[in-house]
C-alpha cells in the first residue's frame, strides 16, 4: 500500500504560481510512476505530468509544457508540481497518483493509489 498526501493548493490570480506537495509513505517507491492529474469541474480527470521515481525526466501534458514543472525529494519521498503563469481555465483538484508498473503515463486508470486531491483556484 502507498499512501498519498497533497498539499499547497490555493486561490491564486491568473498570472501567478503554486507549488504542490504529493508526500508518499507506505512502502518503498522503487520503480513506481508518480503522476498529477486535475480534474475541474464537469469535467474528466486529465494528465499534468509524471516522473518515474527511479530517475529520469518528467513527462508533461501539452498545455503545461514550459510552464510547470514536476520534481522529486528522494529523502522526503515527496514530489511537488511547480505551477507558474496559471490560468483561469486550470482551476480544478489536482490529484497525486502513484503505481508500480504503468503502460500508458497519462492514463488515469493505469493508477493504483491516489491522493485525495488539493484545490487550485485560479481567479481572473
Known amino acids: 500500500q502507498v499512501q498519498l498526501v497533497e498539499s499547497g493548493g490555493g486561490l491564486v490570480q491568473a498570472g501567478g504560481s503554486l507549488r504542490l506537495s504529493c508526500a508518499a509513505s507506505g512502502r518503498s517507491l522503487g520503480t513506481y510512476v508518480l503522476a498529477w492529474f486535475r480534474q475541474a469541474p464537469g469535467k474528466e480527470r486529465e494528465f499534468v505530468a509524471a516522473i518515474r521515481w527511479s530517475g529520469g525526466s518528467p513527462s508533461y501534458a501539452d498545455s503545461v509544457k514550459g510552464r510547470f514543472t514536476m520534481s522529486r525529494d528522494n529523502v522526503k519521498t515527496t514530489v511537488y508540481l511547480q505551477l507558474n503563469s496559471l490560468k483561469v481555465e486550470e482551476t480544478a483538484v489536482y490529484y497525486c497518483?502513484?503505481?508500480?508498473?504503468?503502460?500508458?503515463?497519462?492514463?488515469?486508470?493505469?493508477?493504483?493509489?491516489w491522493g485525495q486531491g488539493t484545490q487550485v483556484t485560479v481567479s481572473s
Open positions: 497518483a502513484a503505481a508500480p508498473f504503468v503502460v500508458s503515463w497519462s492514463r488515469s486508470s493505469d493508477y493504483s493509489y
